[in-house]
């Protein structure tokens, strides 16, 4: 199951960006396609490094997929943003395997929706989003119940953007 979730989101983000380049090839814009960001809480636990990188891009529209590394897993997912000069609206989904949980990892999926700070002119970049995530230890039981509770949960990260890329029109 979670090779066929794997695989569509990855074919999936392979067409679009195929499709944008070409549709859009006339338009002029740039934009930062690589971010190296460092997150408190956030999909990874209580703090994460993370990669992201565009896989399509319009004017006011990019399609960014993000992995790393944190203290309760290996965070992973891909939003949509929306917006306009340094400012988006992101919403997407962000994934986690957790590494630390017994007796075997677990894998945990959820909805996110935040805020993106990304300017095109310099190389700072920030967010704030809030997730949820599928609490099975703290469950509505105590402490190891069996029923898992679903808890809100928020992140924020800065990072350093790299390789801005300008498509000029043909």
Not at 29 to 36: A, L, P
Not at 46 to 62: H, I, Q
Request: with cysteine.
């Amino acid at each position: 199951m979670k090779q066929t979730i794997f695989t569509f989101v990855l074919l999936l983000g392979i067409s679009f960006q195929s499709l944008m380049a070409q549709r859009y090839e006339k338009e002029t814009f740039k934009r930062h396609r690589n971010v190296v960001s460092f997150e408190l809480m956030g999909s990874g636990g209580y703090s994460s490094v993370n990669y992201s990188f565009v896989a399509a891009s319009f004017k006011n529209l990019f399609l960014d997929f993000k992995l790393g590394v944190g203290t309760h897993g290996f965070p992973h997912g891909f939003s949509l943003n929306a917006g306009g000069g340094s400012h988006y609206f992101q919403g997407g989904v962000m994934g986690r395997w957790d590494y630390y949980k017994e007796p075997s990892p677990r894998y945990t999926v959820a909805p996110v929706i935040g805020y993106k700070l990304q300017p095109a002119e310099k190389r700072f970049f920030f967010n704030v989003y809030v997730t949820s995530f599928r609490d099975n230890y703290f469950g509505a039981s105590g402490v190891g119940g069996k029923n898992p509770v679903v808890k809100p949960w928020f992140g924020i990260g800065a990072g350093y953007c790299f390789s801005a890329k300008k498509k000029e029109a043909k």
